[in-house]
């Protein structure tokens, strides 16, 4: 290591050499996948072999996740706890998710405004949410907007929940 003399104050180091980035690389064949963590490789690793290893153990539920975030985001979901409060003025909306209660301010308390307009000829009716527009245009076109994918059936329904 060369070490320079600064007049009058001592050694002065050269500075240390810029980092290399360590990557982690997919070795299963024809995938070239890679990740700058290791915990991010190993979750796809479990995609590629199938496996789910973190199990919700809440009283007959069972679900499982690659990710042991994945399941403490689902507890939540099966124990009713609603960490997330909404801290807009007079407002006492909770959420189990960060993202849901960052959806709520932003549709509530940020753009107030409807945001999506119906695009058939002549009606000009807006909603603040894309499922309602969805739901909406089926008194257009007659047809409930959610379609089962399972091969063959090709059923409609007019919520989610229906289809599920």
Same mark, same amino acid.
């Given at each position: &290591? ?31 996948? @890679? !990740? @700058? $963590?290791?915990? /991010? ?7 590629? &072999? ?7 153990? !809440?009283?007959?539920?069972? +679900?499982?996740?690659?990710?042991? !975030?994945?399941? *403490? ?6 124990? #009713?706890? /609603? ?5 807009? *003025?007079?407002?006492?909306? +909770?959420?189990?998710? $960060? *993202? @849901? ?9 940020? @753009? %107030? =405004?409807?945001? !999506? ?6 009606? $000009?009716?807006?909603?603040? $949410? ?6 909406? %245009?089926? =008194? ?9 994918? =399972?091969? #063959?059936? #090709? ?10």
């Amino acid at each position: &290591m060369n070490v320079l003399i600064a007049a009058g104050k001592g050694p002065v180091l050269p500075p240390p050499p810029p980092a290399v980035a360590q990557r982690f690389i997919c070795s299963f064949p024809d995938c070239s996948t @890679n !990740y @700058n $963590k290791a915990w /991010k490789l190993e979750a796809h690793l479990c995609k590629h &072999m199938g496996e789910r290893p973190f199990v919700c153990d !809440y009283d007959g539920c069972g +679900k499982a996740f690659i990710r042991d !975030y994945h399941l *403490s985001c689902h507890v939540l979901i099966d124990t #009713g706890e /609603k960490p997330f409060v909404c801290a807009a *003025s007079g407002c006492v909306q +909770k959420f189990n998710t $960060k *993202s @849901n209660l960052k959806k709520h301010f932003e549709r509530k308390h940020e @753009n %107030q =405004q409807k945001q !999506y307009i119906c695009s058939f000829e002549g009606c $000009k009716q807006t909603f603040k $949410k894309h499922q309602q527009l969805r739901i909406h %245009q089926c =008194q257009h076109t007659s047809e409930p907007p959610f379609k089962c994918t =399972q091969e #063959g059936c #090709g059923k409609h329904f007019a919520s989610p929940s229906s289809l599920k």
